[in-house]
């Protein structure tokens, strides 16, 4: 199975890999001499924690290295003033009478929680390729429905923060 990132996405993975590389994996190296010349390792938590901690490490610049080896880069050919991938979507719940906000990410990165609403979810579906003003139709499954009307697109493209923490 292929990740579905952004260009930007995957240069996000390679500023973080480059940092773990050059600058957390040689702070993690000292940790672990320094606690290894506290002595008998077989008695040093110390020793165990800080050699955990570079492990995980590791594990992490593996798994950001495979994620953007097997990526399928997804371009966003969404005019300006259409909704697309990485703009923010002030939408207006008819059902509910409220407004909420939803920044439309790829699959990896998408945390309903916190606003971020997949391109494969059915809102991410629905408004993909829509207008503001346009009435749009979210179906979540066959026997439920609502509309919400597009209020706003905003196409800055400042980065949300803890972005990575999703990858």
């Known amino acids: 199975m292929n ?6 996405d995957i240069e996000d993975m390679e500023a973080e890999i480059e940092h773990r590389k050059c600058v957390v994996r ?3 190296l000292e940790h672990v001499k320094e606690a290894r010349s506290h002595g008998d390792l ?16 590791e594990s992490r610049i593996r798994y950001l290295e495979r994620m953007i080896r097997t990526a399928k880069v997804l371009d966003d050919d969404s005019k300006e003033d259409e909704v697309g991938i990485n703009k923010t979507v002030t939408v207006y719940v008819e059902e509910d009478d409220v ?4 920044k439309i990410v790829t699959t990896v990165r998408e945390d309903s929680l916190h606003g971020l609403v997949s391109t494969e979810s059915p809102m ?6 829509h207008k503001v003003g346009d ?5 979540v499954s066959k026997d439920y429905s609502y509309f919400v009307v ?15 923490r999703n990858f």
């Open 3 to 8: 990740n579905e990132l952004t260009k930007k």
């Open 26 to 28: 040689k702070e993690l």
């Open 42 to 57: 077989s008695e040093n938590f110390e020793y165990y924690a800080a050699k955990k901690e570079k492990n995980q490490n």
């Open 99 to 102: 407004e909420e906000e939803y």
């Open 124 to 129: 991410g579906k629905a408004l993909l390729g």
């Open 135 to 139: 009435r749009v139709e979210i179906t």
């Open 150 to 164: 597009i209020r706003k697109i905003d196409n800055s493209t400042k980065d949300d923060a803890g972005a990575l």
